[in-house]
């Protein structure tokens, strides 16, 4: 800072030292992506005068990168999953994502969740954010159309659909082409300003204001100088994670340092380090997510992964994030994903990450020698593999018989997917502890007065790598940054 | 806390509301395991008044659980590394530490460690720890004699012994039976004792004090009331992990909650805690350590690992601990150790851990069908591990050719290794940022003044449940703590 005031991102600065107020609200939301604007728009419509500030010069942040897919559905099914044959049970919804969130899942935000996610979906539709009445049954990241739901996750997989019956929950807005994340964010950044939140871009938080026992206020840099934001009842962090930091990455998740592609706008980490100098507790800041968008063509499902050993590893009919969670945690850095000619040929590939082909040829003995592997480590792989398929069987890792099919025509061909030859996108999960109220909580879970969080500043629904599913980021920030908000707007000092 | 002062684990009391100095000293010090006692020792000899707290009623703390051994080397050896004829370099040692620290090692960490071991083994010696001239060629986890060196770790094992010219550096003290670190911990109490470090037991840390600035002592609770600790100096948190706080690794590392045997004393991460409401901050707090120590005998080692889909996935030969590491990631629970009649039988069983026979038979196709794998699973894997064993290769994994022999004389026999079925002890890996100093560093890394850490509560050379190596958390714990006791007793306000 260069005015006298001691402070940092990891040192809030004290209440009594703060020379003036420059703005005044009763709540202050640090980020405008998903998170940020919902709770900003809750809060103002609770009554609350909101203060947004945004390090960038406009609105959207890292949810408008997104394919703007939010995983909705429970109670029956929304009108689209309904139209579409899916009558989806909120328990099922529940199950699923306590399967996803992982050993470390977050119950009471999943109950929560589920529990009103048709509402959630009602209040979306209610901001403008369109949605066409249209399923694709295919296998797809996001729709290149302006159709709306997709499989976006492994719900049909081994073992998640043994626990909850399967649906396709994945609801992408009415937006032609990739990127709809900003369309959503577009919505969502007018209802903000109609609702009279003050928006101040190009503003930057760079330390809370503590009287050591509550949060006060922040102090910010906009044009060179500090500003000292008071808030009245709260702080919002809705700042993002920290994937683009890529010193603190090397220090709770060095895995990631593996993707050459974080998938970030700001997201320096910043919010969550604000809310540990208040007594914070970051968590589960060592889980990540990594993945290589590997389909479509769904084809592609039918064929195999095998690590640098020749082994399988995964049942390939689940969510691409998934698959690439276990290609991350194989020994050795070469994978490959093989295909035989009805998989591979007859299938466009579309996929993003264009995999190169590390090996191809007339029998799968050429294919092993081509990609130097022992012999018998490839060949007998695919042989158990095939044997096995032509029963309609994956005896190891299960994957549904739709997919089951010996790779047994020629030509064949091994696609590279080495994590440093290809597009890996990753992103953090770890944050801080909260509520589902967004209260901020301390390392024993008492609440931090003054301070909540949401989105991908706090650890939220999504939290774990090999259980995530697109579209949980953007339900989680959305609506939890609603739940934030409103109980931000209530509190009382 | 009874009194007024509103404070905790993770909200430091203001210097300002402290009532009194119950106590006063240069230097306050908290936890009394192998990090504390050399902290309160260096500190103590540079001339600092020195207090020391310890929850316990006595000194050890989980320094006193382990073997006693110390990983030591470097500088053409320790005396009695050079009369088991190892001139053990310098720089084998630094990138050995530097490999077995992973993708977020601490390389100045290391290099001030490679650097400096031999003196530190005086210095261990001249305390009155007592090194008996003797060395251990087989594999053990520690001696159940009163030998000193033996092979602590993965230093000959694929891919460790191909960057850094392998040497044994577990130096075990002259202690008859397993449980040395109770000695080792017995010696340098004494030696604290002699310092005139004031010690007071059945005294826990509830919170820090600062002025925001810096760290000016803390409240402690003894006898059911508050005392309020001054530290002129520093306070020095050397108060070990979180291995014991269920909570904690649920949130950090939930890997470890499939481990029943947490290896700790208090362990409750309160250290950490502390630490992090001064503003310090934890990292790498999503890596563990847990391991089921399988051998001796070393005929095991010629045994194959395999997981519940009959795949092999590591070098049977390097550490008990990077093995385990690996048997964590596996998917499934299921994990056999396989033997024939020569590995097995010849040798008596003499682990730690006692694993159950999941399935004994004339043949490998008799022991699949036992363990309900599909046929050829596990079958095929034999068959190549043997083919290739007779040729002395294991061109997958790299086990060392002196550890290969073709698993082909019968009764085979499947060892059962479930993590849940066995004794698998674990520990977490995650702290404080510090300097090598053991100043303790905030996310930006800055130094938070006045507060120190060492051991367990720091991030210090083990940091990585791959590369861990027996005596690694002693030897970073004695080692560090003296830095940081030295450190902390030029400390000027």
């Known amino acids: 800072m260069s005015e006298a005031l001691e402070c940092s991102l990891s040192r809030p600065a004290s209440l009594a030292q703060v020379p003036r107020w420059d703005h005044e609200a009763d709540i202050v939301v640090v980020g405008f ?158 209802r903000v300003l109609e609702a009279g939140v003050e928006v101040h871009y190009n503003t930057r938080a760079m330390a809370l204001v503590t009287d050591g026992r509550a949060v006060h206020g922040l102090v910010a840099r906009s044009e060179g100088t500090s500003r000292y934001l008071r808030a009245r009842r709260a702080v919002l962090l809705c700042a993002g994670g920290f994937v683009m930091n890529r010193a603190m990455v090397k220090q709770h998740v060095p895995l990631l340092l593996r993707s050459q592609f974080p998938l970030g706008t700001v997201d320096d980490g910043s919010g969550i380090l604000l809310g540990a100098s208040a007594g914070g507790a970051p968590i589960n800041m060592g889980e990540g997510f990594a993945t290589i968008p590997w ?32 290609i991350l945690r194989q020994t050795g850095e070469r994978i490959w994903l093989l295909e035989d000619h009805a998989t591979f040929a007859l299938g466009d590939m579309q996929a993003l990450a264009k995999m190169e082909i590390g ?20 060949t007998e792989t695919v042989s158990f593999y095939n044997r096995n398929a032509a029963h309609g069987v994956d005896p190891l890792f299960h994957k549904a018989a ?49 301070l909540f969080a949401a989105g991908r500043t706090a650890c939220g629904l999504p939290r774990w790598g090999e259980g995530y599913s697109s579209g949980m980021s953007l339900a989680d920030a959305s609506f939890f940054g609603r739940e934030a908000g409103r109980r931000a707007a209530q509190t009382q000092r």
């Not at 090996?359 to 490839?378: H, S």
């Open 359 to 378: 090996a191809a040829a007339e029998t799968w003995e050429e294919v092993e020698r081509e990609l130097q592997l022992p012999q018998g480590a490839l």
């Open 295 to 326: 389909y479509p063509p769904g084809s592609l499902v039918k064929g195999i992964f095998v690590n640098g050993n020749g082994q399988r590893f995964i049942n390939e009919d689940c969510y691409h994030g998934r698959v690439s969670n276990y």
């Open 33 to 190: 992506g998903a998170a940020g604007a919902c709770a900003a728009l809750e809060a103002a419509r609770s009554g609350a005068r909101v203060l947004l500030i945004e390090t960038a010069a406009g609105s959207g942040g890292t949810s408008a990168l997104s394919g703007g897919e939010i995983y909705l559905g429970g109670g029956g099914g929304t009108p689209i999953q309904r139209a579409a044959g899916f009558n989806d049970d909120t328990e099922d919804l529940y199950r699923y994502l306590v399967m996803a969130g992982g050993p470390n899942a977050d119950t009471a935000k999943a109950r929560l969740y589920a529990d009103n996610s048709l509402k959630h979906f009602e209040w979306l539709t209610a901001q403008g954010i369109e949605y066409k009445n249209s399923y694709i049954a295919e296998r797809c990241i996001e729709p290149a159309t302006d159709d709306c739901l997709i499989w976006s996750g492994s719900e049909e997989a081994w073992p998640f659909a043994a626990q909850a019956r399967p649906a396709p929950r994945g609801h992408c807005p009415k937006f032609v082409g990739m990127g709809g994340g900003r369309y959503v964010m577009d919505v969502l950044a007018r």
């Open 402 to 450: 739709k997919w089951l099919k010996p790779l047994d025509e020629p030509p064949f061909v091994a696609l590279d997917c080495r994590i440093d030859h290809c597009f890996y996108a990753s992103f953090t999960l770890g944050g801080l502890d909260t509520l589902p109220g967004g209260e901020v909580l301390d390392a024993e879970r008492n609440v931090v007065a003054g």
